[in-house]
């Protein structure tokens, strides 16, 4: 079945910079990689995701790449806020039409 | 629109007990789905419901089990707990997964403490 695997686990930036989360899933048949934000005592919010069909989506500072050989895909951040500080997770829908999730990357902004 | 809710947030209970907890979706949406979330294990995927059928199955034991009525409201329900089953639980909804890939959105849980 799909796995997916996320790094890192915990990362800290500095504000103004950008910062990178990568996963890779195991499943070629997958089309589907949503990234979820989770802030304290909430639910994960969907920030972007991305089909198969594309390479790369955008959204303002926000921005998703995929590389369907490589079967890997990343969230990147720039110009970090530190309302962007809490627990990003990745997640790879398989043949089953089930999302399989990363274990997620809790990303803290330095002031 | 009003998000997904989820009754109640917080629930203290002790080994053998059993815990219902419930789902509402955002109108309109007729697809839900259950996660586990532990710090350890991440997010895991309990079921699916849609049109108040069983849809898919995550890899738990028999002891949790769910339903979906016809307003698409859906509960689910742990006998027997265990120390182990101290998760946050999550509800999503999600307009229609008919195999194609919908967006998921999630309440805000329910935290179950077993003592």
């Known amino acids: 079945g799909e796995n997916v695997e996320q790094h890192p686990s915990t990362l800290s930036v500095q504000e103004g910079d950008s910062a990178v989360i990568k996963c890779t899933y195991s499943?070629?048949?997958?089309?589907?990689f949503p990234w979820y934000k989770q802030e304290l005592g909430k639910g994960p919010q969907l920030i972007i995701d991305i089909r198969s069909n594309v390479g790369e989506k955008k959204d303002q500072r926000i921005a998703v790449t995929l590389n369907k050989t490589a079967k890997h895909f990343s969230l990147h951040i720039t110009e970090t806020q530190p309302e962007d500080s809490a627990v990003y997770f990745c997640?790879?829908?398989?043949?089953?039409?089930?999302?399989?999730w990363g274990a997620g990357t809790k990303l803290i902004i330095k002031p | 629109k009003a998000g997904v809710t989820q009754t109640p947030r917080y629930l203290i209970k002790t080994r053998g007990q059993q815990v219902t907890l419930s789902c509402s979706p955002i109108s309109g949406h007729r697809s839900v789905s259950w996660y586990q979330q532990t710090p350890g294990q991440g997010l895991q995927f309990l079921f699916e419901?849609?049109?108040?059928?069983?849809?898919n199955k995550g890899n738990f034991p028999g002891r949790f089990s769910g339903r979906q009525f016809s307003n698409s409201r859906s509960e689910m329900n742990v006998s027997t707990l265990e120390l182990g089953d101290s998760a946050l639980y999550l509800c999503?909804?999600?307009?229609?997964?008919?195999?194609?890939?919908?967006?998921?959105?999630f309440g805000p849980g329910t935290r179950l403490t077993v003592l």
């Open positions: 999503a909804s999600s307009l229609e997964t008919s195999g194609y890939s919908d967006t998921q959105y």
């Open positions: 419901y849609f049109s108040e059928t069983q849809r």
């Open positions: 997640a790879a829908m398989d043949s089953n039409y089930q999302l399989i």
């Open positions: 499943d070629s048949a997958s089309n589907y």
